[in-house]
């Protein structure tokens, strides 16, 4: 089988007809709510003395998120928000139960999902009749018949698409879900496959005084990202922005003694995610071995790598992993966009960074070898090659 990657990125190689091609990517976000009026929300069952309250605005006000959406904000002000979040004097000290945070995620996971797909088909050209497999991802909620029945019902797709779903991966799982899409593709070059991730993290805020989940409280947020996948040659004619990202190859790692650093565990008032103060360096340390290890696979180095799309789990992390692979700031721009505007919207928030790159891209021509790497639970990370 022909590796793409014998011929030079840099000179934009015909596609492989072994590839598999992001032919349309679409993205959906609920209503925005600035991070004041979730400080405000945040003190309200979380802080019990001045002190907290100025820990927390600090933690809040440096962790480079400016906006989010939450399908828990509808219409001005956060009222509506905080008639689900209660004070703890109302509703207990920890909060709604997960049963109710589950109902709340039925209601408003599918229409999310439901645009970010119908966008993705749109920007792809093509109909929902044509997608043969669906891949549905998640780590924030469950329900059955669940998310992909939903989408099968909601976009008319056939009732015989093959169907999987990646379930409480996290963070990266966006490359779980595109490198088993590709894999699809590969193996049947006549298959359209339909990925979809919706992440509702703002329905597992955490109530109380515990400083690793109020990081989380600060940084995460709601978002649905879809992408159709398919072979290059259903690529040629399509009328998007740029080339559209051919996925060449996947890597994984998990990082050894580090299960501890990030964990995601399901409690009886919503799922607390705790982020030790060590991740950052934890990242620091392994990234750069293990992405010249990959890389070199291919006949790479990282000084051949033209873009950069890190996962914004946090600045620290960002800048963590920027600093050990040697990146200009320039390279994390991106990155650092995305989490001031959106938040860190879970394993949604990759396709959110591949499409700004590639708009980014077609108006400065300048294509070319993009990794792509995210972290999750484990800790693992994940990696992707693509290019233009």
Request: with cysteine; glycine share 8%; aromatic share 6%.
């Amino acid at each position: 089988m022909t590796d793409l990657l014998e011929s030079p990125l840099q000179t934009a190689p015909r596609p492989d007809r072994s590839a598999a091609t992001l032919l349309g990517i679409g993205t959906a976000n609920p209503e925005s709510a600035s991070q004041s009026e979730i400080i405000t929300l945040a003190e309200a069952f979380n802080c019990t003395s001045d002190g907290q309250r100025a820990w927390l605005r600090r933690i809040f006000s440096r962790c480079g998120v400016d906006a989010r959406g939450s399908v828990l904000k509808k219409g001005e002000g956060i009222a509506h928000a905080q008639s689900f979040y209660q004070s703890p004097s109302v509703i207990g000290e920890h909060g709604p139960t997960t049963a109710a945070r589950m109902q709340r995620y039925a209601q408003e996971a599918p229409p999310l999902a439901e645009s970010a797909s119908r966008t993705a088909l749109q920007n792809a050209a093509i109909a929902p009749a044509a997608i043969t497999h669906l891949i549905t991802l998640s780590c924030t909620g469950f329900f059955a018949p669940g998310l992909d029945s939903q989408l099968i019902s909601r976009l008319g797709l056939p009732v015989s698409v093959h169907r999987a779903h990646v379930g409480f991966m996290g963070c990266h799982a966006m490359f779980n879900a595109l490198a088993l899409a590709r894999d699809i593709v590969r193996a049947d070059p006549a298959a359209t496959v339909l990925v979809c991730s919706v992440e509702l993290c703002t329905l597992h805020f955490a109530y109380g005084w515990d400083p690793e989940k109020l990081i989380a409280n600060a940084l995460f947020a709601d978002g649905a990202s879809a992408a159709v996948v398919g072979s290059p040659d259903r690529a040629q004619t399509q009328d998007s922005p740029g080339a559209p990202w051919q996925l060449l190859h996947a890597a994984s790692m998990r990082i050894p003694d580090s299960a501890a650093a990030m964990t995601w565990q399901i409690g009886d008032h919503g799922f607390h995610m705790a982020l030790s103060a060590e991740l950052p360096a934890i990242i620091s340390r392994h990234i750069r071995p293990w992405c010249e290890s990959w890389l070199a696979e291919r006949s790479l180095a990282l000084a051949d790598i033209k873009h950069w799309a890190i996962h914004p789990g946090g600045p620290k992390i960002v800048s963590a992993a920027a600093t050990a692979l040697g990146l200009p700031a320039s390279a994390t721009t991106v990155s650092h966009e995305i989490l001031a505007q959106h938040g860190n919207m879970s394993s949604a928030t990759v396709l959110f960074l591949l499409q700004r790159l590639a708009h980014k891209n077609a108006a400065t021509l300048s294509p070319g070898p993009t990794v792509a790497i995210g972290f999750g639970p484990g800790l693992m990370a994940e990696g992707m090659l693509l290019t233009q």
